[in-house]
């Protein structure tokens, strides 16, 4: 990774660590459920399409829309399941945690990316199929109308995606200062406190913490009558 990518992460970890915690998973989840609410449509649609004229090219666009449409939405499920499950959820400390999620970070974009895309061709996937019961004036109009929604969705989504990276690089360039030229990482006297960090590693030594695991209502089992408990331990 670029230097400047670690100066990112480790900023971006320093000032917002809950932006990497429960709500990354419920950002993930939010396209997952979206996802799985527009493929419950489209699958429906592939599966029973209007009409029964297979060489009808209404028909075949219909037919390769939803096939698209519900891949692109079973793919987003699959990745988002897969980056919560392995990337957020299997590593036990923090800094293994957050190793992973940069590491698998790329997941979690495909997932929402194939969400995006294939909520923009829902409105299609919705409109193909109207020739074959509506007047074709009526259609036109509701083309037309799908179009502009269209336009002004794709507008919205670059526009934000574009003010979202102008304030991610203001808040870089103030703050690189207190990032190693070299490494990208926090300089020491600016790492945050453990405490402020979610699930964040134990300063303490392995020993100590090993001992408080088999603590219970502030005696040592090892203090206990059972011999047997003081040979495991």
Same mark, same amino acid.
């Given at each position: 990774?670029?230097?400047?990518?670690?100066?990112?992460?480790?900023?971006?970890?320093?000032?917002?660590?809950?932006?990497? /915690?429960?709500?990354?998973?419920?950002?993930?989840?939010?396209?997952?459920?979206?996802?799985?609410?527009?493929?419950?449509?489209?699958?429906?649609?592939?599966?029973?399409?209007?009409?029964?004229?297979?060489?009808?090219?209404?028909?075949?666009?219909?037919?390769?829309?939803?096939?698209?449409?519900?891949?692109?939405?079973?793919?987003?499920?699959?990745?988002?399941?897969?980056?919560?499950?392995?990337?957020?959820?299997?590593?036990?400390?923090?800094?293994?945690?957050?190793?992973?999620?940069?590491?698998?970070?790329?997941?979690?974009?495909?997932?929402?990316?194939?969400?995006?895309?294939?909520?923009?061709?829902?409105?299609?996937?919705?409109?193909?199929?109207?020739?074959?019961?509506?007047?074709?004036?009526?259609?036109?109009?509701?083309?037309?109308?799908?179009?502009?929604?269209?336009?002004?969705?794709?507008?919205?989504?670059?526009?934000?995606?574009?003010?979202?990276?102008?304030?991610?690089?203001?808040?870089?360039?103030?703050?690189?200062?207190?990032?190693?030229?070299?490494?990208?990482?926090?300089?020491?006297?600016?790492?945050?406190?453990?405490?402020?960090?979610?699930?964040?590693?134990?300063?303490?030594?392995?020993?100590?913490?090993?001992?408080?695991?088999?603590?219970?209502? /502030?005696?040592?089992?090892?203090?206990?009558?059972?011999?047997?408990?003081?040979?495991?331990?």
């Amino acid at each position: 990774m670029k230097v400047e990518s670690r100066k990112d992460w480790a900023i971006a970890n320093a000032r917002s660590p809950d932006w990497f /915690g429960d709500a990354l998973s419920g950002r993930v989840q939010n396209g997952m459920l979206v996802a799985a609410l527009l493929l419950t449509v489209t699958a429906s649609s592939f599966l029973s399409p209007v009409g029964d004229n297979q060489t009808n090219n209404n028909f075949r666009g219909t037919f390769y829309l939803n096939g698209i449409c519900s891949s692109l939405f079973l793919v987003s499920i699959f990745m988002g399941v897969c980056f919560i499950e392995n990337g957020m959820c299997r590593a036990y400390c923090w800094s293994d945690r957050f190793y992973l999620i940069i590491d698998q970070y790329a997941v979690k974009d495909v997932s929402q990316i194939f969400a995006i895309v294939g909520t923009l061709l829902f409105p299609l996937a919705l409109l193909l199929p109207m020739q074959s019961t509506y007047l074709q004036v009526d259609c036109y109009v509701m083309y037309t109308i799908a179009a502009l929604c269209g336009v002004l969705l794709v507008h919205i989504q670059i526009t934000s995606m574009k003010g979202a990276a102008a304030k991610q690089n203001i808040r870089t360039m103030m703050l690189k200062d207190i990032t190693d030229p070299e490494t990208g990482r926090l300089l020491q006297q600016f790492q945050p406190p453990a405490e402020n960090l979610a699930d964040a590693d134990n300063d303490e030594n392995p020993q100590k913490t090993f001992e408080q695991m088999y603590r219970k209502d /502030g005696v040592k089992l090892e203090d206990s009558t059972c011999g047997c408990c003081k040979l495991i331990y």
